[in-house]
């Protein structure tokens, strides 16, 4: 699946990478928006927000602040160590006219800011689901109303997030080292090292999951699990030119 969605009704690719929760309303990201969900009316997405919903698996995902985007990048990830976790995400097909290909391609929804993003300068959140909710999200008969209320942002006491280098905007580079500290975290702690067990990959190239596999089918996976030697996964995250999340 291309990470970058056009809707099926389209005549040349979109790329879209993000679905904006509010649609074209909150133009100003007020972090304390509580209205409609703007997204039902847009014609990209009206459609897929309805019926073609899916999970995009994560362990962490890096963000920037709102000017300086990834010259200034920080990986935020669950404090408890509870991965991976869903992002909302939607899908379609589209056909390609000059060659008839068929791509599947999705885009991730983006809501409000909360007190972690904004603490990293940033106005906008990816949708992270409560895994309890995980399966109504994908459940094409699940009520809007019910969809819609997943849509809030997350609360930001369960995630953390600390900076690191800016040369993870470079695609040439790959390796766990790219995701060590470089300073604070954001919320104190002192017994987490998620940079242990993550590795980056360049955008498109991320590794099989294994884990969760049989349980969702449209996601976006990244796992490498060793279990001859009994060891933890090596999760893999993305890396990316710019803000990801809008």
């Known amino acids: 699946m291309q990470f970058g969605f056009t809707p099926g009704w389209a005549k040349k690719q979109y790329y879209m990478i993000n679905a904006r929760a509010e649609g074209d309303r909150n133009s100003v990201n007020d972090p304390s928006y509580t209205g409609a969900m703007g997204i039902l009316d847009k014609p990209m997405f009206r459609k897929a927000i309805r019926s073609q919903r899916c ?6 995902f890096i963000e920037g602040p709102e000017r300086e985007k990834l010259s200034k990048p920080y990986v935020i990830y669950p404090r408890e160590g509870t991965r991976p976790f869903a992002l909302a995400g939607i899908w379609d097909d589209w ?3 000059s060659s008839g290909e068929y791509i599947r391609s999705f885009a991730i929804l983006t809501t409000v800011s909360n007190s972690l993003t904004q603490a990293i ?7 992270i689901l409560n895994p309890d909710r995980e ?3 994908l459940d094409p008969n699940t009520p809007l109303g019910d969809i819609t209320s997943m849509l809030r942002t997350w609360d930001a006491r369960q995630f953390n997030a600390y900076p690191i280098s800016p040369i993870i905007r470079d695609p040439r580079c790959n390796g766990s080292h790219l995701l060590e500290p470089v300073g604070q975290r954001i919320w104190p702690e002192f ?16 590794q099989s999951r294994s884990r969760r596999a ?9 796992v490498r699990y060793d279990s001859s030697q009994g060891t933890l996964p090596r ?4 890396g990316h030119q710019g803000s990801l999340f809008e």
């Open 191 to 206: 017994t987490h090292e998620i940079h242990s067990t993550l590795e980056v990959f360049g955008m498109g190239e991320s």
């Open 235 to 238: 999760h893999n995250t993305w």
């Open 95 to 97: 056909c390609d006219p």
């Open 121 to 127: 300068g940033h106005q906008r959140a990816p949708v």
């Open 214 to 222: 049989a349980e969702v089918s449209d996601t976006s996976r990244g």
């Open 135 to 137: 399966s109504e999200w």
């Open 55 to 60: 999970l995009v698996v994560a362990d962490a």
